[in-house]
């Protein structure tokens, strides 16, 4: 019997996110009612999760840039529907990306004024990672506020596109590359390993990071980024203690278990989390993969249940009531 479930890579696009909404050509051209499904926060998704036997969703908004203005109507609208239904949703915080000052007091209005248990951020702000100097105020309220930040993916640059993802195929494969099919997965996994170049997890060692879509490819290449790290200057801690200690990683949109099997061979199970990626991808799928790993014999009943929902539940303090 499969477990109670949370999932926590859950997309809604706001009210105010208008301008946003432009960005998302490919993925509705070829996901039917996705328009729809991003547009509700009530009862479609809650049709949604029963059908996917989901306890828990946390909410958060779709990538694509926007100011703090925008972020904060995104925010408040959230939280409404969070607070309709605290039962089944939760809420992570949408930031202004491109000012850490005001994402780092944004991030507290929506912890300690809305209720939220972290937060959902682009991984880039423009050409811009967040591993200088002026982003420590948003890693320094993480850490003190005690919430993960979640690194989504984000479409690429115009100089990304034209120096990476064109080239001698058609319009629809630089759509796809740049984005879901291969791009935003290894710039979230180089984010990451810059973030332990430039010490910023000796700066915050209690930091908190998760990384969708089964690790955003470093489980895969950790024997390598081990060996080589060393390299890249003088840290407190190793990449693998950083890995152990401040990444936990999602299953969202991979249905495979192949990537699990490198998973629980090399991430402790404390750190992986269940997700689906709702509504780019479906949670009757989502539903169907725990199913498969539940009869792969790869996890014991205390294992599954870990990756189901208590690890969830433990990093960032919900408590399941609804069980199918």
Not at 4 to 26: G, M, N, Q, R, W
Not at 215 to 234: A, N, T
Not at 271 to 278: H, N, P, T
Request: charged share 20%; net charge negative; with cysteine.
């Amino acid at each position: 019997m499969t477990p109670p479930l949370i999932t926590l890579e859950e997309h809604f696009l706001s009210e105010a996110a208008e301008d946003v909404k432009t960005l998302y050509s490919e993925q509705l051209g070829n996901i039917p009612e996705l328009a729809t499904k991003l547009s509700d926060l009530g009862a479609l998704r809650l049709q949604s999760m029963d059908e996917g036997q989901i306890s828990i969703q946390v909410i958060s908004h779709g990538p694509g840039a926007m100011p703090l203005s925008q972020c904060m109507a995104a925010n408040d609208q959230l939280a409404a529907a969070v607070k309709a239904r605290p039962d089944r949703f939760a809420g992570f915080a949408v930031l202004p990306v491109a000012d850490p000052a005001e994402s780092a007091k944004e991030l507290t209005r929506c912890i300690r004024e809305l209720g939220f248990v972290g937060a959902l951020i682009d991984n880039r702000a423009g050409n811009t990672y967040y591993d200088g100097p002026e982003y420590d105020p948003l890693w320094k309220a993480a850490q003190e506020l005690d919430v993960p930040i979640y690194l989504h993916p984000t479409w690429p640059s115009d100089e990304q596109t034209d120096l990476i993802y064109t080239g001698n195929f058609a319009k629809s494969a630089t759509l796809s590359l740049s984005a879901s099919g291969w791009g935003w997965h290894s710039d979230v996994a180089l984010h990451i390993l810059r973030l332990f170049a430039a010490g910023t997890f000796d700066k915050f060692p209690r930091l908190k990071i998760i990384a969708g879509h089964m690790g955003e490819m470093i489980p895969y290449m950790l024997d390598r980024i081990v060996q080589l790290s060393p390299r890249w200057g003088k840290r407190n801690r190793l990449f693998k203690e950083v890995y152990d200690s401040n990444i936990w990683i999602t299953t969202s949109g991979v249905w495979s278990i192949d990537p699990m099997a490198t998973i629980l061979r090399n991430t402790q199970v404390g750190r992986i989390l269940y997700s689906v990626d709702y509504p780019f991808a479906k949670n009757e799928n989502g539903l169907a993969f725990m199913k498969q790993l539940e009869g792969s014999q790869m996890v014991n009943d205390e294992q599954l249940e870990q990756i189901a929902y208590k690890n969830a539940e433990q990093l960032l303090g919900l408590k399941v009531t609804k069980r199918f």
